[in-house]
Each structure stands twice: as structure tokens, then as C-alpha cells.
């Protein structure tokens, strides 16, 4: 197969591929495929295709100054309020849901009980619902299955402890996988890459991993550029 330049572009989820960066920066915005986000994505932009140009979308709007403090950012919160602004100038977002009160105490419970293997019907009867229940408002609200969550919840949580250096095995049981190959099993299906790589980039790239404030969000505001004082957009979920 021949060679494609692209100056952004998206590429569906488990499509096999390979990069030239000719020595230049690059930018990837990993997402969930069962996420609100990249099921919008993928329906915008690869019906029919598994590589997508974005050169003629509306990302074109965002200035490359954007993008060039969004390399150097060490703050998570505007590395995540970065990408999301990103995101916006790709796809709509809907009217928000009025925010429910037992997804936020569920989300709280989850995070607070990160060393436990939790299972869905704990966070379920802890907040007095069913499992079914939940699983519907969760996705609802947060935009990502329940599941998924938690499951991004243990993998980043898990690499802040990798990276300071804590072997894969106790890592794996205190933030509550099952053992080390579930642990592994779970990095190369959502990174691609097992946690001993990671450790390895980590010596020659800048690897910045962030806390759980950063997994979902009640409250978005939404910013034209890095120059902006007062958002355009602000959305509460």
C-alpha cells in the first residue's frame, strides 16, 4: 500500500497502520470506540473509510499556535479542556442531561474504591439501583459505558505507579485487576502497547499521566483559542 499524507486525520478503531513523522511533533487524541465521542467521529467521518482526511474540516479553524501550546502543556485540567476543544471543532455536541445526582455519588464510590475489583453490581447497590439501571444513566450522563470507566480508571491510575517505578504485579492488584495479565491484557487493548513499553518510551518521551478529575466531567467550558478569557461555550453534563 502506498504512502497517504495527511496533515490530521482520523483512523478507526483497530486499524492497522504505520506512521512517518519525518521528524516532526505529533499529536494523538486516543478515545474510547464506545464513547459518545468516537461514535460521532466514526459516523461523521469513516462510514465507508478507515482513514479519514481532516484537512477540509473545521479543525482547520483551530491555530497552529493552539496546537503548539497544547505540546508543551504539563497541567492535565488544560490538556483536557485542550482536547476537548479539539474535539468540538469536529463534532456537535448535544443539549446536555440534567446531571443526576446517583451518577455523581457512583463515579465518587468508583474512585474512592480503586484498590478493590470492583463489579458494576456494587456500585449499582451502593447507590440503590439496579445494575441495569445504571448502566443506562451512566451512559447517558457520562457519554461512556460504565464499564469502560472503570476499566480507563484502573489502566491510568496503574501507569502513575509504573512509572514511579512499582513492579507490574503489585501494581495490578492495588488498583484492582484481577493479576498482572489482566493488567497487560487491558493496556494493549485500550494503549496498544504493554505497561514494560510504556516504561521503556518513557526514557526518551515526556509522559504525562493524569488523575480521575480528568475522566469525565460535569461541567465543560469550551474555548476559541489559547487566547480566549471567557469560554464560547460552556456545557454542563
Given at each position: 500500500?502506498?504512502?497517504?499524507?495527511?496533515?490530521?486525520?482520523?483512523?478507526?478503531?483497530?486499524?492497522?497502520?504505520?506512521?512517518?513523522?519525518?521528524?516532526?511533533?505529533?499529536?494523538?487524541?486516543?478515545?474510547?470506540?464506545?464513547?459518545?465521542?468516537?461514535?460521532?467521529?466514526?459516523?461523521?467521518?469513516?462510514?465507508?473509510?478507515?482513514?479519514?482526511?481532516?484537512?477540509n474540516?473545521?479543525?482547520?479553524?483551530?491555530?497552529?499556535?493552539?496546537?503548539?501550546?497544547?505540546?508543551?502543556?504539563?497541567?492535565?485540567?488544560?490538556?483536557?479542556?485542550?482536547?476537548?476543544?479539539?474535539i468540538?471543532?469536529?463534532?456537535?455536541?448535544?443539549?446536555?442531561?440534567?446531571?443526576?445526582?446517583?451518577?455523581?455519588e457512583?463515579?465518587?464510590?468508583?474512585?474512592?474504591?480503586?484498590?478493590?475489583?470492583?463489579?458494576?453490581?456494587?456500585?449499582?447497590n451502593?447507590?440503590?439501583?439496579?445494575?441495569?439501571?445504571?448502566?443506562?444513566?451512566?451512559?447517558?450522563q457520562?457519554?461512556?459505558?460504565?464499564?469502560?470507566?472503570?476499566?480507563?480508571?484502573?489502566?491510568?491510575?496503574?501507569?502513575?505507579?509504573?512509572?514511579?517505578?512499582?513492579?507490574?504485579?503489585?501494581?495490578?492488584?492495588?488498583?484492582?485487576?484481577?493479576?498482572?495479565?489482566?493488567?497487560?491484557?487491558?493496556?494493549?487493548?485500550?494503549?496498544?502497547?504493554?505497561?514494560?513499553?510504556?516504561?521503556?518510551?518513557?526514557?526518551?518521551?515526556?509522559?504525562?499521566?493524569?488523575?480521575?478529575?480528568?475522566?469525565?466531567?460535569?461541567?465543560?467550558?469550551?474555548?476559541?483559542?489559547?487566547?480566549?478569557?471567557?469560554?464560547?461555550?460552556?456545557?454542563?453534563?
Open positions: 500500500m502506498e504512502w497517504r499524507k495527511f496533515s490530521a486525520a482520523i483512523i478507526r478503531t483497530s486499524h492497522v497502520h504505520q506512521l512517518d513523522s519525518n521528524n516532526s511533533i505529533q499529536l494523538f487524541i486516543y478515545l474510547d470506540k464506545e464513547s459518545d465521542y468516537a461514535k460521532k467521529l466514526t459516523e461523521k467521518f469513516l462510514q465507508n473509510k478507515d482513514i479519514s482526511d481532516l484537512q474540516s473545521d479543525i482547520g479553524k483551530v491555530s497552529s499556535n493552539f496546537f503548539k501550546k497544547l505540546l508543551v502543556i504539563s497541567d492535565c485540567d488544560k490538556l483536557f479542556q485542550g482536547f476537548l476543544t479539539i468540538n471543532h469536529l463534532i456537535n455536541f448535544e443539549k446536555p442531561h440534567q446531571k443526576d445526582e446517583r451518577i455523581t457512583a463515579i465518587s464510590f468508583i474512585t474512592n474504591h480503586q484498590e478493590q475489583t470492583l463489579k458494576i453490581k456494587d456500585v449499582a451502593h447507590i440503590h439501583l439496579s445494575e441495569s439501571r445504571l448502566r443506562f444513566l451512566f451512559k447517558k457520562v457519554g461512556q459505558p460504565i464499564q469502560s470507566f472503570m476499566l480507563w480508571l484502573k489502566v491510568i491510575n496503574s501507569l502513575n505507579l509504573v512509572l514511579k517505578g512499582k513492579q507490574i504485579t503489585n501494581t495490578a492488584y492495588d488498583v484492582g485487576f484481577w493479576d498482572a495479565s489482566h493488567m497487560i491484557r487491558s493496556y494493549k487493548e485500550l494503549l496498544g502497547v504493554a505497561p514494560s513499553t510504556i516504561k521503556k518510551y518513557e526514557k526518551d518521551l515526556k509522559i504525562i499521566s493524569c488523575g480521575e478529575t480528568n475522566f469525565y466531567t460535569f461541567r465543560t467550558e469550551i474555548l476559541k483559542d489559547w487566547n480566549s478569557v471567557k469560554p464560547y461555550k460552556i456545557i454542563d453534563v
